[in-house]
C-alpha cells in the first residue's frame, strides 16, 4: 500500500499562487498514476490534474479545462514527491485538494478509480 500526505495549502487571495506537495511512502509501483483532485462544499470530488509513468516512458499530464494554464503537476521522482504548482488562483478554486494514486497508466478521471489517498489540505482563495 501507497500513504500520500499532503502539504501546502492555506489562504491565498485571488490571482496569488500556491504550491501543494504529496509525499508517497510505503510499497513503490514502476507504473503508477498520482493525480490531484479536489472537492469543495457540497459538490463531488474532481479530478485536478494527474501525472502517468511507466519504468520507461512519462505520459503528458492531464488537467481539467478550468485549470489548464494556471496549474503545473509536477513529480520529483528522487523525493517520491508529486506536486502541483496553482498560479493565478480563482475563489472557485476554493476546495479541499487530496493527492491520489494508482498502479495503473490506463486513463482515469473519477475519484473511484484511484486506490490511494491522502488526508487533503484546504485552499482557500479570497476575492
Known amino acids: 500500500q501507497v500513504q500520500l500526505v499532503e502539504s501546502g495549502g492555506g489562504l491565498v487571495q485571488a490571482g496569488g499562487s500556491l504550491r501543494l506537495s504529496c509525499a508517497a511512502s ?16 457540497g459538490t463531488e470530488r474532481e479530478i ?10 512519462t505520459f503528458s499530464p492531464y488537467y481539467t479545462a478550468s ?15 508529486m506536486y502541483l504548482q496553482m498560479n493565478n488562483v480563482k475563489p472557485d478554486d476554493t476546495a479541499v485538494y487530496y493527492c491520489a494514486g ?26
Open 48 to 57: 485536478v490534474a494527474a501525472v502517468r509513468w511507466t519504468a520507461t516512458a
Open 26 to 41: 510505503g510499497r513503490t509501483f514502476s507504473t503508477y498514476t498520482m493525480a490531484w483532485f479536489r472537492q469543495a462544499s
Open 67 to 81: 485549470v489548464k494554464g494556471r496549474f503545473t503537476i509536477s513529480r520529483d521522482n528522487a523525493k517520491k514527491t
Open 102 to 127: 494508482r498502479p495503473a497508466v490506463n486513463y482515469a478521471t473519477r475519484a473511484s478509480d484511484y486506490n490511494d489517498w491522502g488526508q487533503g489540505t484546504q485552499v482557500t482563495v479570497s476575492s
